[in-house]
């Protein structure tokens, strides 16, 4: 029962003051929106990107096929289908995808599903097509661990809370947050059991190449624990769907779903060890477990943030915002609800934005390479932004070029224009130095428009061409640039004399990929280039001055070229 009282006078005028400095606070979060950039997806559970400098983004359906997309999200194709699944649907299927830090080396990959029959939890491992750098090869599959499933009274595997979300830490080590394997109450213990894996946070060094494919760090918090298993490096959680780490902290964010009351988010600071529990069954939130015997498991660490029912019923985690796109949103771990379509903007002190109108269905969050933050839910992935500071609303799906004997003909088709004012054509001689060439009008149609442009010149030389999209506010968003090729014969590579931490790369053949070494003869840098040319910068801050050879692998073998690195 709860009491009704008045506070003095004094009491009143702190908590108007608290409440009055929450509201500035909150004033200060950005606004979001939602700007669609992928459609005709069918239940994006997982976007993630390879961490391998391409900028690429996968998208993880939950039937089991994982597609690729290039920067400026463009459909590559296919990556991946996991078969051996049990039919998706509900709570099971194709649930994750992660990349091995040094998967630009080793082309590992890994996936978590529901296996057929038993719908057992499982974690795999792909290697990346030794052909095509958009392609896993998928007689590669081989099972790091395989956690079974808790049955009913008449033997049937119960289908849900089966978690599913695959990150490597800050360390090189894989994490992945397990469900305490389904029903209600969890009628087994078994986020509380040590000798199962439901329910826990998971931590592997996957560095073995022999079965089971990976070993126990010996910094564990169980290994000297005969009653928990040595691969568990916290327990206590229910339905941990979709967690992350923050990419420039390394902390730790898990949002849990919660059963009939509350949902939650626990944090854990970088550098923090495990051992911890974060709670269930004992607790659903920050209360005891409506329905269940009062308990106190040890080690508890309580979440930092919870909701109740009357603004959702099932949580999805997303990420800490580290792009420079939005200045105002770094910093905040955002969150959202699945049936509400509420979304949390949260602090590490557990301060909250409450902010209404996401798409329903919101499955998951992702995050590309620079930081760029997208959410996938129904069957469209979305890109988050700030109302504020949001770019030019238009949704480029193709970006080409024709070259004829007196023109050019660029051609470019859009899928989404809102706001849209014009295009403006630009064109280069170098690649670097661009000058506009033409204009074209936006159709504003919302669903996007085809358009083309001549641009009448010598087609004899190389020329670059970019398109610069321009709303009726001014902003503005440009493409990826495009070349055309001269006919007469020119150097396959050209480098430009490094400049501000960086050296310029021309390719002006198609190459599978570069890599640049260092007068000892070792690699400093390694690239795929998916046997693609064009323009694109090499980051040099940190190297040493002196002389550095870059070698670009093409199919008549490999091509060299010396620079001098003199940063003053």
């Known amino acids: 029962m709860q009491k009704n009282f008045t506070p003095p006078a004094k009491w009143c005028a702190i908590l108007l003051l608290a409440v009055l400095a929450i509201q500035i606070v909150n004033a200060q979060a950005p606004t979001l929106v939602y700007q669609p950039v992928i459609s005709g997806l069918s239940s994006p559970v997982d976007i993630v990107n390879a961490g391998d400098g391409t900028n690429r983004i996968f998208v993880v359906q939950q039937g ?42 080793n082309g590992y990959l890994y996936v978590y599903y529901t296996s057929a029959p038993s719908g057992a939890v499982t974690v795999a491992r792909y290697t990346r097509s030794a052909t095509n750098i958009n392609q896993a090869d998928p007689a590669s599959r081989v099972v790091l661990l395989s956690i079974p499933k808790p049955t009913d009274g008449s033997g049937n595997p119960f289908t849900n ?154 949580i999805t985690g997303g990420y800490v915002y580290r792009g420079t796109e939005f200045p105002s949103l770094v910093g905040y771990f955002i969150a959202g609800d699945y049936i509400s379509g509420n979304v949390w903007l949260i602090r590490s002190d557990g301060s909250s934005t409450l902010q209404g109108g996401f798409p329903s269905s919101l499955f998951t969050f992702g995050q590309a390479e620079d930081g760029t933050l997208y959410a996938g839910a129904g069957g469209t992935v979305y890109k988050v932004a700030t109302v504020a500071e949001a770019p030019t609303p238009v949704k480029l799906i193709s970006f080409t070029l024709r070259q004829e004997s007196n023109f050019n003909q660029i051609n470019w088709k859009t899928a989404l224009e809102i706001n849209a004012r014009e295009f403006s054509i630009e064109s280069s001689n170098d690649g670097i130095n661009f000058i506009e060439v033409g204009k074209v009008p936006a159709s504003q149609q919302p669903n996007g428009s085809s358009y083309s442009f001549r641009h009448f010149i010598s087609a004899d030389k190389k020329l670059y061409y970019r ?49 640049i070494v260092n007068v000892y003869g070792q690699v400093v840098h390694r690239q795929l280039t998916g046997n693609s040319s064009g323009l694109f910068y090499i980051n040099t801050s940190g190297w040493k001055n002196g002389v550095y050879v870059l070698i670009a692998d093409s199919g008549e073998g490999p091509i060299s070229r010396k620079f001098l690195l003199d940063n003053q």
Request: glycine share 12%.
């Open 64 to 105: 089991g096929t994982i597609r690729v997309y290039d920067q400026s999200l463009t459909f590559l194709g296919n990556f991946l289908t996991v078969t051996g699944m049990v039919t998706a649907g509900g709570e099971q299927g194709l649930l994750s995808l992660a990349f091995h830090p040094n998967y630009n080396a």
């Open 161 to 314: 809370h089966n978690g599913g979300k695959l990150n490597f830490g800050p360390e090189g080590f894989l994490y992945f947050a397990t469900g305490d394997g389904g029903s209600g109450n969890d009628p087994f213990n078994n986020a509380q059991d040590g000798s199962t894996l439901r329910g826990k946070m998971i931590r592997l060094n996957v560095n073995n190449e022999n079965p089971p494919y990976y070993f126990v760090p010996p910094d564990n918090p169980y290994t000297s624990d005969p009653n928990v298993l040595d691969e568990i490096w916290a327990l206590g959680l229910r339905n941990p769907w979709r967690w992350s780490f923050d990419k420039a902290t390394g902390d730790m964010w898990i949002a849990d779903v919660g059963q009939g009351t509350r949902e939650e988010v626990n944090f854990r600071p970088a550098g923090a060890t495990g051992g911890i529990n974060y709670g269930w069954r004992c607790f659903e939130g920050m209360i005891p477990t409506p329905g269940v015997p009062a308990c106190s498991p040890p080690n508890y660490i309580p979440p930092i943030f919870d909701y109740t029912h009357a603004f959702g019923i099932s």
């Open 467 to 515: 398109l610069n999209s321009i709303d009726n506010d001014g902003r503005s968003e440009y493409s990826r640039v495009i070349s055309t090729v001269a006919k007469t014969g020119e150097e396959p590579i050209k480098l430009y004399p490094p400049t501000n931490s960086s050296v310029l790369v021309q390719l002006n053949k198609s190459v599978s990929g570069i890599r």
